[in-house]
């Protein structure tokens, strides 16, 4: 592994979002990553385009609009889109704006799947089963298999 590879993964395992993940973990999960630059004042989600994504804000800074007046500061590290948790948000970003230079990480729901059989530890993060799917493809938010769990009277 190069020095730079290296050195950018260490920023990698820095974020919230990857804690817990190995150099070795990281360098394979970034695999299943799109990585795309983009510029200041680009739309980098709007809330029904894209209802299978995960976008995590790798550098730069980004501004997220909820409603009418909902605005909240992202920084790297930070995720949006549909496959993102709503929990951090009392609800899920209507737009997401970049405030500044920035470089985004976009997965599918696919990717997604793969890179959490690579570093089972960021679906802590997310909040969503590694395990469980919705047919096949998009990882299942962990209270929804919790709540669908408690409903069955096992007795």
């Known amino acids: 592994m190069s020095r730079a590879m290296t050195t950018e993964l260490r920023k990698w395992s820095r974020m919230p979002l990857f804690e817990g993940c190995s150099l070795r973990q990281l360098k394979r999960a970034t695999s299943y990553c799109t990585f795309i630059g983009v510029e200041p004042g680009c739309v980098l989600h709007r809330r029904q385009e894209r209802p299978d994504s995960l976008v995590v804000l790798v550098s730069g800074h980004a501004v997220a609009v909820t409603g009418t007046s909902g605005l909240e500061l992202l920084g790297p590290g930070e995720c949006f889109g549909a496959l993102a948790p709503a929990t951090a948000r009392k609800r899920r970003p209507d737009m997401v704006v970049a405030l500044t230079a920035a470089t985004v990480a976009t997965l599918t729901a696919r990717e997604l799947a793969g890179l959490l059989a690579v570093c089972p530890s960021v679906a802590l993060h997310l909040?969503?089963?590694p395990v469980a799917t919705d047919a096949g493809?998009?990882?299942?938010?962990?209270?929804?298999?919790?709540?669908a769990a408690d409903k069955l009277d096992v007795a």
Request: net charge positive; hydrophobic share 20%; aromatic share 0%.
């Open 137 to 147: 493809t998009r990882p299942v938010d962990v209270r929804e298999s919790r709540n």
């Open 127 to 129: 909040r969503i089963d």
